[in-house]
């Protein structure tokens, strides 16, 4: 099956840093998906792009299909960016909605 | 907040027991899928269904099934429970059956003891 490596698997920052966070995927994808788990552990969707392009206020995720990669920036962190950050994608071919994730990566933002 | 519900919230158990979590999915919702979140495995795919039918398995155990209804409410058995079983489990629901974005749960956690 597809496989999705993220990296880096921990980022520490102090409030107020940028950070760009890597999705690597082994095969062709029909959707991809950037999650944000709260402590709390709710996932919350932060961005859709199988590709292209897409901002929303601090954050922006791009996604270059034919190279198989999708990378999420985080601008001028806050405290509340801390979490579990998720890329999943489905595989392309006959997978439906099949989500496979990756492991993470564990964002520490310092005040 | 989603638009998808998941009871109960929190639910704790005892080896070889049984136990239904349920799922409401986003109106206007056909798919419904379930993972399951464990320190070990990750975030893996259990199932998926899209108006009534299963559509995708994935490494769910035989010890577990569901189904969605009519309403497209879905539920999620699981039966002799193992302590291994003990886990986040997730529903999530989109439009179609694939290239939709889908929308999480608040999720059901699972503690067995």
């Known amino acids: 099956g597809i496989q999705v490596e993220q990296s880096p698997p921990d980022l520490i920052l102090q409030e107020g840093a940028n950070s760009t966070l890597r999705c690597n995927f082994s095969?062709?994808?029909?959707?991809l998906q950037w999650f944000h788990q709260n402590p709390w552990g709710q996932l919350i969707n932060l961005f859709y792009?199988?590709?292209g392009t897409k901002q929303n206020g601090r954050l922006s995720a791009t996604t270059v299909a034919t190279e198989r990669y999708s990378l999420l920036y985080i601008s001028s962190s806050q405290t509340t960016d801390s979490g579990v950050y998720f890329c999943?994608?489905?595989?392309?071919?006959?997978?439906?909605?099949?989500?496979?994730f990756g492991q993470g990566t564990i964002l520490t933002v310092h005040p | 907040d989603s638009g998808v519900t998941q009871t109960p919230k929190h639910l704790i158990t005892a080896t070889g027991q049984r136990v239904t979590l349920r799922c409401s999915p986003r109106?206007?919702?056909?798919?419904v899928y379930w993972y399951q979140q464990s320190l070990d495995q990750g975030l893996q795919f259990l199932i998926q269904?899209?108006?009534?039918?299963?559509?995708a398995k994935g490494n769910i155990l035989e010890r577990f099934s569901a189904q969605q209804f009519p309403d497209l409410h879905s539920e999620l058995n699981l039966s002799s429970l193992e302590l291994g079983d003990s886990a986040l489990y997730f529903c999530?629901?989109?439009?179609?059956?694939?290239?939709?974005?889908?929308?999480f749960g608040p999720g059901t956690r699972l503690t067995v003891l």
């Open positions: 999530a629901s989109s439009r179609r059956l694939e290239g939709y974005e889908q929308f």
């Open positions: 109106s206007g919702d056909l798919s």
């Open positions: 792009i199988p590709s």
């Open positions: 999943a994608v489905v595989a392309g071919g006959t997978s439906y909605g099949k989500l496979t």
């Open positions: 095969d062709s994808v029909n959707n």
């Open positions: 269904y899209y108006n009534g039918e299963e559509r």
